[in-house]
């Protein structure tokens, strides 16, 4: 299969703005999916996950492959909820192109904007889809114009829709001048082209024009066809359009909606005709491990083989599916793989082409295609796999820390072990989730992205994996730094074994700006301290950056300088050293104004405009700093930020007080000094 035959699109957006029932209609009329599977319904085919059922969002990433006009799609249907970013973030990490799709009533959303700067972060070329024209409120052009204002990018209309609320009935193809009409008897499966109605001219010719003097800005040809008055060429259009597209410079724009079965079909054209094939994009630069330098990796089967491995599944049976994205070469079913993070050969023992939940086994996977490999024991997210002749390491994944934890202990002792097994297997499978025991209580405490992220987890451990559990009340995961500098000279002297260790050193510790994160630099020679001890040194203040100050919370923003060493050859260790470095960090800190850090979070409130008063009330209650509010046809959008520790319950709280009218979503900010109130 050439290269050029096949897409790799991930479907993103906002919560509940048709995601998943739009990813459904494309497996039906590509004819995957005999049925159409319904969100509202618990049926949906993308969304196996008995919770994503249950509670009628995505959770994970699913991926499936579909066929449209002799073309091979992958298609990564994300999450649209913040809690669960981290599966957006790697999804996004190996597309090469996604369809944003936009509610025609909220348009550009809060986790809008997100999802698309995070698309920004991996120069994703993206194509935009509103979807929900049939709905009250619903308002095309509105939309178009909030991705240009709130999104910065450049929209191009391509589809016009015919009416809109109940009276939305087709769209308009502005580049073939067409009408499309669906047949509603037949799930919408078969549609009709007409020339455009003598009413819908007018509005068609002025939005055309637009289209051509967008286009004719970057194409000269275009240019003079429109100035001789001569006919523009549809394939013309639409190869300018991709060229544009690919290069991030204009984002094509249509519409219909999903659950009404219209317009998912020039959705399916316009992935085609817009979006990249994998040999389109620049080469990717990866790290030679052996080497020391950054290097070009061509997108070509011909290549040395090299995959990055971008989420682990945990199966009862199969054990773990290694989801893969091939940049180059061929992996093959049968073989033994390189994994160049782990430094350790691992086998393939099957490779599986993924409809959602149910598999397709394959003998290989080429560059350019995504597949999962069955038999990996070692291999995480981020791990690149190739070969040991060609040992280069793709850039890694970079997740946000978690901000929220919760106490958890098994129902029975004797499930404890279990547990802390289970714990392994879900942190193996979500960046974001951390697990560790505390050293002065003996609980297990679990860390997540959100209250949704932690209670879908806890229900996986009890359901899916038979563990009963118990979960305390929701804790904030709060942070430690220093207001001030100090330097400290650590002298460490243990007799061990019969064997003298000693070490000397001076430590500086000085406050870094918010989010610099930690850092360690030294100003010692290595002829006054050899080598293995200046490393010894930096292990153990890095292991102290994760063992707090006064609280035991994690670190953060601290630079510190190793300014001097007494190196005794007969006595000094690089066991003394480290335990010098770890113990002087922590007395020099404490010399250093310490502060307790907490998360900020970003919030976005959706009220209904006749609440306003009494929301905005509340965020100021709940000690909110009020960044906003952008008025819409049917609501108000109110920004603030809020100490995380002040917003459990907040759900409910907003339900009642807007009459279950209200939604909100929220996100980690940064870190701030924790005040008193």
């Known amino acids: 299969m050439k ?55 995505t959770i994970t990433s ?58 920004d972060t991996y120069q994703v070329p993206r194509i935009a889809y509103v979807n929900k024209m049939d709905r009250t409120g619903a308002d095309f052009f509105a939309v178009v114009e909030e991705i240009r204002e709130k999104l910065h990018a450049t929209p191009v209309v391509t589809h016009l829709p015919i009416g809109s609320e109940s009276q939305f009935s087709g769209i308009i193809d502005l580049i073939n001048l067409r009408e499309m009409h669906w047949d509603v008897d037949n799930y919408g499966t078969n549609f009709e082209a007409s020339e455009i109605q003598p009413q819908y001219r007018e509005l068609a010719d002025t939005w055309r024009q637009a289209l051509i003097d967008q286009l004719g800005a970057v194409c000269d040809e275009i240019t003079e066809l429109y100035l001789e008055g001569s006919e523009i060429p549809a394939d013309l259009m639409d190869r300018t359009l991709r060229k544009e597209t690919i290069e991030r410079r204009l984002v094509p724009v249509m519409c219909g909606a999903s659950l009404r079965n219209i317009g998912v079909q020039p959705l399916l054209d316009s992935i085609l005709n817009y979006l990249p094939a994998p040999e389109e994009l620049p080469p990717v630069v990866a790290h030679h491990a052996t080497k020391d330098v950054d290097v070009e990796i061509e997108r070509t089967t011909d290549g040395q083989p090299v995959g990055f491995v971008f989420k682990i599944q945990s199966e009862r049976e199969a054990g773990d599916l290694s989801f893969i994205r091939m940049y180059s070469g061929t992996l093959k079913s049968g073989t033994a ?38 038999g990996f024991k070692l291999a995480q997210t981020g791990d690149t796999v190739g070969s040991e002749g060609f040992p280069v390491m793709l850039e890694r994944l970079q997740f946000p820390v978690p901000v929220i934890s919760v106490a958890i202990e098994p129902q029975t002792l004797s499930q404890r072990d279990r547990l802390k097994e289970v714990l392994t297997i879900l942190a193996k499978e979500d960046p974001t989730f951390f697990s560790r025991e505390d050293e002065d209580t ?101 292991g102290a950056f994760g063992s707090g100050i006064s609280y035991g919370y994690p670190t953060i923003d601290i630079g510190v300088t190793l300014l001097d060493a007494v190196h005794n050859p007969a006595t000094s260790t690089a066991f003394a050293f480290e335990a010098a470095a770890s113990l002087g960090f922590d007395n020099a800190c404490k010399h250093a104004e310490p502060v ?3 998360p900020i979070m970003r919030v976005d409130v959706m009220s209904p405009k006749e609440y306003m008063g009494d929301v905005i009330n509340a965020l100021s209650m709940r000690g909110g700093t009020v960044q906003g509010v952008e008025s819409r046809a049917m609501r108000e959008h109110i920004r603030a930020e809020i100490p995380l520790r002040n917003m459990f319950g907040y759900s409910t ?17 940064h870190f701030a000094r924790k005040s008193d109130t």
Not at 84 to 96: G, I
């Open 3 to 57: 290269l050029r035959k096949i897409r790799n699109i991930g479907i993103m957006a906002h919560i509940d703005a048709g995601k998943t029932t739009t990813t459904e209609r494309i497996l039906f009329y590509t004819g995957k999916s005999h049925r159409m599977g319904e969100v509202d319904d618990g049926e949906a085919t993308m969304d196996w996950m008995v919770q994503e059922q249950n509670r009628g969002i």
């Open 337 to 374: 793989v390189y994994n160049i993070d782990k430094k350790k050969r691992e086998r393939v023992h099957r490779l599986l082409r993924m409809h959602a939940n149910r598999t397709e086994q394959i003998d290989s996977v080429e560059a350019g295609d995504i597949a999962v490999a069955v």
């Open 62 to 119: 699913a991926a499936t492959t579909c066929f449209w006009q002799d073309h091979q799609i992958n298609i990564i249907d994300t999450p649209g909820h913040v809690d669960f970013t981290a599966e957006v973030e790697r999804s996004l990490r190996v597309l090469d192109g996604a369809v944003a799709v936009f509610c025609a009533v909220g348009g550009v959303e809060p986790q809008s904007e997100t999802v698309w700067h995070q698309a």
């Open 653 to 669: 709280s907003l339900r009642s007080m807007t009459q279950g009218r209200g939604t909100y979503a929220m996100e980690f900010a």
């Open 442 to 542: 003996g609980e297990l405490v679990i860390s997540g992205m959100g209250e949704l992220h932690l209670e879908v987890l806890v229900t996986r451990m009890i359901e899916d994996f038979n563990v009963q559990a118990k979960v305390g009340p929701p804790q904030v995961t709060y942070r430690e730094s220093i207001a001030g500098s100090a330097t400290h000279v650590e002298k460490f002297h243990r007799m061990l074994a019969g064997k003298e260790n000693s070490a000397e050193i001076t430590l500086k510790v000085e406050s870094l700006p918010r989010g610099s994160g930690n850092r360690f630099s030294t100003q010692v020679s290595k002829a006054v301290l050899p080598a293995e001890c200046q490393q010894a040194v930096e292990r153990g203040v890095e």
């Open 596 to 598: 307790l850090l907490e």
